[in-house]
């Protein structure tokens, strides 16, 4: 499967944004407990959570899986397949994530120097308030591996 795009650094600019929408559920919170052994209550027990943040009204999607899905976009969508991150410093996280809520991603590209390109990302709920932030360092694919992308999709059939 292909990602949905396959950008090199001289396709993008200071300044360009890329939008995108997650939201996790709760077995995709138990799954990534399971799988990092992170075994922090507020994860796994609501009782925990409300203790731990007074306005909780379930478990806290894990910071870690967040970041993760975000990392994923890097690689999926923005700016896609052959995409390398090479640092990713988030913020401290200003609110608690539910499983169930939609977390708006809004990452704008601030510095470009040959194939690497700086990101901000930015993270906020529903109502627009930040929930975090994140800087990110990403190696973009180079133009002979985005002719190879463009050549697998044209095989696959794909609308590239």
Not at 23 to 39: I, K, N, T
Not at 126 to 137: D, F
Not at 149 to 154: A, H, K, L, P, R
């Amino acid at each position: 499967m292909l990602a949905k795009n396959c950008l090199t650094a001289a396709m993008m600019s200071v300044g360009q944004q890329h939008r995108a929408r997650l939201s996790f559920s709760h077995e995709q919170v138990r799954q990534y407990c399971e799988l990092s052994g992170d075994a922090n209550s507020i994860h796994s027990d609501p009782e925990a959570a409300r203790r731990r943040f007074q306005d909780a009204r379930d478990v806290v999607v894990p910071g870690g899986l967040i970041q993760i899905a975000v990392t994923g976009i890097f690689g999926a969508e923005f700016p896609g397949d052959g995409c390398m991150g090479l640092s990713f410093v988030p913020e401290r996280f200003r609110k608690p994530v539910f499983p169930g809520d939609v977390i708006d991603v809004l990452i704008e590209v601030t510095r470009i120097r040959g194939p690497v390109v700086e990101v901000d990302v930015t993270m906020s709920d529903a109502a627009g308030e930040t929930i975090s932030t994140a800087k990110s360092k990403l190696l973009a694919p180079d133009d002979a591996y985005r002719q190879w992308w463009v050549e697998q999709g044209v095989r696959q059939g794909a609308a590239i």
